[in-house]
């Protein structure tokens, strides 16, 4: 029997809705967990939208202060899909509670912030996790797993990113619902935090520890309607970023990100290449993996174009048969199993928060450089 | 407030959890449908797994005979998920007990059967739905709704294919769970009932009937070990088929499906010719449609690679943002949504038993004309 | 030394210009022929462009009549480019004084023409060819090689087709100069002899003898301005036409050809599934092939995109470096080479006037098909 | 009646091949031009091989010793393929002798050499380009057309790189014929010159100035045996380099190259978008746009796939029929045709060597800053 797990949830934006539904899907499609979560209590501060979603998605209760919620006998676990300048107090405050932790990515508004919350869940010995979802979607843990093998030797390069075209129009407001990505204040970065952090956490994932960067940044639209204030405010975020980087092992990488690349809505891709084989994976066609193997006859080499839906794939018996996809959502039913099948093992899921703190080193370090037009080194220690 | 439709489930395969699972998601995504299901009772004839699949889906009740599903008093919807053979017989008692009745795709084992099931539902006046779930695929709704606003002009060419590479070696056995398929007793035909029906419920949907059909059968490997029996037994299915198709638009078609396609896992593609323009849709990227305009500029004219996931494409809305696939299995969510917006309607959800038996009589055609190596009439009425 | 062998060319059409390419590059990048070609004399009926064209490609002489070209003695080779009902005549003239000869495909109007030609270069003992050019896209010899090895295994399916757009206006005459594939006493058929004669030849010379064939022809627009008469007048060819075939090897096959698939220019795409591999090949990107391994790891399966440009592959040693295409005009250069090669050995390039004789009996076999409704036996043997 | 203008061609590597193609291919496809290239003489050091190349080309001399070519009275135009290191004093001395001069890319060794190659032949004042063929590849004419229409509106991002894979193996020498690009001493530099020159030049004539740059440089292989010395040397080379760049409209641009991104040949990809528009390219399937109409129908918008083979597509009325594809060697068959056409006009056919100064500066900028690890200016001028 599995034991039951309440989970607290904050936020009903976006990812409020994808995680609800993870932890619905998840103990459907992985019946055996050693835990399963139940949906128990849900904060927002609109109330009547918060009701609504509490509702739809079966929470039990609704409170409008998130401390009610870290507080509660009644949950287990505090799920925070509040925006990111609402992740170290919620997640220090859950974790002195002695309340599992999960959080959006990024782990935190900085470094120091991050180092906070490490200690903090370290200090409570709590389950605890980030959200880098695409580690789970099942084309790129076919793609750990084949580096993992050595597959691919000595690695050369490493390149990823990630490409969004929804802020073009200067007409576009930032701030508030929806539109708090653009506010720096409540970001903490833009591109950087919120899309280059998943191409540095799947990079140093399946890489290793990225050593320095060089960063450009920019901000292309310098001033934008504020919605909370009503004026017009200068802009804080960066619009785009790109930066070179050297990983430990001694490859080097590119890396980019914006949302002015008119054509892509959420173009995540990276590429890997080693001395014998290379990996490219698309989000816009996130069942294919790439792999292009140097060893196969010299006659018929040629990129492998993987259709990632076969039982022997990772996640892919739990769902349907070959050729059917499954949706972008299911990296976080893949997450919520993770998670609870190693909560309390000694391999829990990862990305913990220790691990996430690496990932905001380089974003951090990729800012910095965007200021500094130099080299900065990241810290990083996996 | 929506109303509570109690479901009875029968049959436990692939297909009763693509259902399950269907009919919990359409109530979170579509919050505001005026019937809202409620999984009740479960049937099927392997008391254990029966117990266990009822237990992770959630189901009230078990039965282990499908008669008492049909004339229980706390069911008001029956689902058929069992195979071909049992269709007819559940669903026209179903009708008979007033019960909704939805059946898994093809109608019937043949033409005869599915009439009677028409008359059945029509003189119950009862709900009724056949499982083609593609016409569900967000990408080929939009497809139909491109079709329907004329903007193809005449049409001079329709095809489709279904190839997959499942059965291609002769150790594999026929019959009983799993490979039902295999069994002519069971499942009335080889592809063409399991592949083609589903080729041809789009194409008639898209372009209008179609009136006559030539085509070759085959099966490549003639006997096989029959798992209920134990022995080794002739294979009456086709295991390949393909034909040619007039339309009664005057368009001409090619049509083809396979299980003896190495490196296909699912690949239903279909394609459209318009004067003006063309549409190419492909299960394997389930989540793109291929558009060809002429009337584009001649410099820039080529193929658009829509990627169907904007807030603006069919049931698009409901879900997460621009770039963010979904999976196969929303179809069958699609299906449940659609099902009981209209359930009570005078435009209900289609195809319903009358229109799906419309694909029934092309299939037989097809059937039959393999066998007499003619042209055969299919007596479409839509 | 290489012997000059003097080529008298016959038409200046789009094939009268991509084999005077041919015969110019073949000398330079195969430069150790046993035989070069000189352009010697050109023939057309239009003594203006006829001159223009010869002065270009630097022919020594111009003619109107091509019977000075067949009985010329500074002609070693005949090269017809002129329209198919001309075919006959002059190969059968050409053979007669003991020129080699080569001419477009198809062979003839039809199997009877084709067999007196077959005759006449037998008894003269005339080397000869039918540029039948797409055997010798490298991408396409490739597969051929793949095939030759056994790497398929036992072949299930075959499937082409070839699909251009270019006739979809009424406005657009039939006959004459450019126009002549429109005009049935001229072309013999439509895009039958036209397109599908090259599906044929590759598909034969791929997989062996087709046995029967079922067909639909299709003429769209009835009727068309005649740029010869000046009048309306009923149009006789096959707009569009597609079958069902069966091969000698028990493998079933479609194939497709029309010039009314809006979006396709010369959409020329094969392919083959076997038992343990499969391939695809396709005309637009004649540079890649498509090769799918069903002995590759379960993993890491997919279909391979060969870049079919390393010196590895046939033909490309001669040309640039990896990953640098070669254009479609190469495919005559190749015929060239290949021809010059092995004129006077005892295996002569093919397809000769013998071997390209049974791609006109398949075609004969699906028009009378496509009039009579029924399966059609085609009497090849290869 | 065209003038004669005879070549002398220096150099008989991969491009000596490729540019007596293509002055042997303009004058048939091009017949209009007013001069008409004649290959007249012939020079490279090892007279067996030159002899050879100068007979299968129908070059009338051989010269061992380039002098002799510039100082000759029979020819009009020195075409320079000799390594990076030979450049400058050879066409310095071809221009003083009245020549017209075109070399191969890049320009010089550094921009102190180019400096001096452009104030030599503008003194001399005759006709002079520089070999960047890929502005010549029909799909990237196509994409300057469509940027100078303003189709893009106000450009945001630019990203382009150079992949290759075959100095990978530690037991490739460096040195000597057809090894030259490893030896920093003849090449100058690495990727850097000899690939990512190639994308700066396209970058900058389609937008505009670069203007600062941050680079990092990698040599995988330290030391490799020099075919020349016999000895193991250090390799001087970069083996990859990535840089971030600015342009001065303000858009912000990611450029990588590398010899060492296994599974691919010769991948020169760009994007470059808009705030309208984006357009992709890539040199494996150079025949083909990818472009992207944000104006598009919000339901139907998706990247276009532009197959440039029609003859409304920049060169294409030249060659064959929509559909068939042109090769790699009629990027340099279209430079002849260009540079002629224009040679004495007041818009000579550009890159000419004061234009390609600017690229050799930005080279040099990117070396540096590989040393420098700062932002380094380009102080270009377009």
Redesign the interface.
């Known amino acids: 029997m599995s034991k039951k797990i309440r989970v607290g949830m904050i936020g009903y934006g976006?990812m409020g809705k994808?995680h609800s539904?993870a932890y619905?899907q998840a103990t459907?499609f992985f019946?055996d967990l050693p835990y399963e979560p139940e949906l128990k209590v849900f904060c927002a501060r609109n109330e009547e939208r918060a009701n609504q979603f509490a509702s739809?998605?079966g929470y039990d209760q609704v409170e409008k202060d998130w401390r009610k919620v870290v507080e509660s006998e009644e949950v287990d676990l505090v799920d925070i899909c509040a925006p990111n300048n609402m992740h170290k107090e919620i997640a220090i405050a859950a974790a002195e509670n002695g309340k599992w932790v999960l959080t959006e990515k990024p782990l935190s508004m900085n470094v120091a912030e991050g180092e906070e919350m490490v200690t903090a869940v370290k200090k409570a010995g709590v389950p605890n996790m980030v959200w880098y979802n695409y580690r789970r979607i099942p084309a790129v843990t076919?793609a750990k797993?084949?580096i993992d093998k050595g597959s691919l030797g000595k690695i050369?390069?490493y390149?990823a990113?990630f490409?969004?075209?929804?802020t073009?129009s200067s007409d576009l407001p930032q701030g508030g619902e929806g539109l708090w990505r653009l506010d720096v204040n409540v970001a903490g970065s833009g591109v950087t935090g919120d899309l280059l952090a998943h191409c540095i956490d799947t990079a140093m994932w399946l890489n290793g520890p990225i050593t320095e960067v060089?960063?450009?940044t920019?901000t292309?639209i310098k001033e934008r309607q504020h919605n909370i204030t009503g004026k017009v405010e200068k802009v804080g975020i960066d619009d785009?970023c790109?930066?070179?980087a050297?990983f430990e092992n001694?490859s080097?990488?590119?890396f980019?990100s914006?949302r002015?690349?008119?054509?892509?809505?959420?173009?995540y891709t990276f590429e890997i290449?080693?001395?014998?084989?290379?990996i490219f994976w698309d989000?816009?066609?996130?069942?294919?993996?790439k792999?292009?193997?140097?060893g196969?006859d010299?006659?018929?080499?040629?990129?492998?174009?993987?259709?990632v839906?076969?039982s022997?794939?990772p996640y892919m018996d739990k769902?349907?048969?070959?050729?059917?996809?499954?949706?972008?959502?299911?990296s976080f039913t893949h997450g919520v199993a993770d998670f609870f099948a190693s909560a309390k093992s000694d391999k829990p899921a990862q990305p913990d928060f220790q691990n996430a703190l690496q990932t905001q080193k380089v974003c951090e370090a990729v800012i910095n450089s965007g200021n500094s037009?130099?080299?900065e080194n990241t810290y990083v220690e996996l």
């Open positions: 976006f994808a539904n619905r459907k019946p739809n998605w076919l797993n084949i050369f390069h390149r990113n490409l969004q075209d929804w073009i060089t960063a450009v920019e292309f785009a790109a930066f070179l050297k001694g080097i990488a590119i980019e914006t002015y690349a008119r054509g892509h809505k959420a173009l290449n080693g001395e014998n084989s290379s989000l816009h066609d996130l069942h294919r993996l792999y292009f193997d140097h196969d010299a006659l018929t080499r040629g990129w492998r174009d993987v259709h839906t076969d022997e794939h769902w349907w048969v070959p050729g059917l996809n499954i949706g972008f959502e299911h037009r130099k080299w």
